[in-house]
């Protein structure tokens, strides 16, 4: 005759039916556990394997194994005819893991968790802008390598201490939202977007009064000076450009100041040398830079006025510092030369400070 047995299972809550002629309970008295994978990433899933033995070594099926984190019981399997019992758990902090059933307990397993990381990278094509002109700050979010979706990025766009914009946009599916801006001319923006807690970053933008990128050639056959921008709207002031010419043959300049041949300050070249004319209130005052003297070869010229008082700049080299009342006044960006030359300049750039 075929009995049927019953049995509560009190690990796996649910009632548990064998059908035997001779039902006898073996009990296990040795656990061997191992793991697919010794690491993980978060959310990666990893699947433990249990097998079951009796005094016997034999393998014993029908067993409740039960699956702990040290004594956090994570979940149940039974042994099949093997003796093995599998379960499978997702990583979301480092497991030491252990199996039990008949009270007796397994070998220890760990799984490392590997460095749980959520990126946000900034950039964008255009950084540099004209007032009028429109760009757009990229974010990408990642965790661990991969797009995260449909998460909230919040932002604020200022320009020194004052809030220009502020808002959140949304992450797509690739990982990715834009954050959109519109030149104003009010100079260097930043752009703080922050995921949560966990990320902030910062982008910065140039929202320039005028921004020319485009080579200019300016030729003169006779002493001559002429204004190519004016900055009468810009108090506190950066002009930058590149300039060059062919030949040291004697002087083209490129200065701020009026729109005259006196009272500016600008660099210029002589027969070998760059050279800084700064003439205020009549009186010159010349430097020479004899490192500025290669032919054919672009130099960065910036200037930074604030109130009264101007900086100049040879490739990022502060080389001149000048305060006098009448530079506040200086309303105009002069090109000039006093002798047939040909100068050629780009990149002309003037934002406020």
């Keep these: 005759m075929v009995k049927l047995y019953t049995i509560f299972d009190k690990e796996l809550n649910q009632r548990m039916f064998y059908l035997m002629d001779n039902y006898r309970r073996v009990v296990v008295t040795s656990i061997d556990l191992d793991a697919d994978k010794e690491s993980a990433s978060y959310g990666e899933s990893v699947t433990f394997t249990a097998v079951v033995t009796d005094k016997d070594n034999n393998p014993v099926s029908g067993s409740t194994v039960s699956f702990y984190n040290i004594n956090s019981r ?9 003796g093995v019992a599998t379960f499978s758990y997702v990583v979301r902090h ?16 760990a799984v490392t968790m590997d460095e749980d990381v959520y990126e946000l990278v900034l950039s964008c094509d255009a950084p540099i802008i004209e007032s009028g002109g429109s760009t757009s700050v990229n974010c990408l979010l990642t965790h661990n390598g991969g797009a995260v979706s449909g998460e909230s990025l919040n932002y604020i766009i200022n320009h020194g201490s004052t809030t220009i914009d502020s808002g959140s946009v949304t992450t797509g599916n690739d990982g990715t939202a834009s954050i959109s801006y519109v030149g104003t001319g009010v100079g ?3 752009v703080e977007v922050s995921y949560s807690t966990l990320l902030q970053k ?11 990128t485009t080579e200019h050639t300016k030729s003169y056959s006779t002493t001559k000076f002429e204004t190519i921008a004016s900055i009468t709207d810009l108090s506190d002031v950066s002009i930058s450009l590149d300039l060059k010419t062919t030949t040291y043959n004697y002087s083209c300049v490129f200065g701020i100041g009026y729109n005259s041949e006196s009272d500016q300050i600008g660099f210029g070249t002589t027969d070998t040398v760059g050279r800084i004319y700064r003439t205020l209130n009549g009186i010159n005052n010349h430097l020479n830079y004899s490192q500025f003297n290669q032919n054919n070869v672009y130099y960065n010229l910036r200037f930074e006025r604030t109130g009264n008082t101007l900086k100049t700049y040879l490739n990022n080299v502060l080389i001149d510092t000048s305060t006098d009342n009448e530079i506040s006044t200086f309303t105009y960006l002069n090109f000039g030369s006093w002798r047939t030359k040909t100068i050629y300049y780009k990149n002309l750039k003037v934002k406020a400070l």
Excluded at 74 to 82: P, R
Excluded at 202 to 212: P, R
């Design 202 to 212: 910062t982008y910065e933008l140039e929202d320039c009064d005028i921004y020319d």
């Design 94 to 109: 480092d497991l030491s893991v252990n199996a039990r059933a008949d009270d007796v307990q397994s070998n220890t397993v």
């Design 188 to 190: 260097d923006v930043s």
């Design 74 to 82: 994570l979940g149940a399997a039974i042994s099949n005819e093997n």
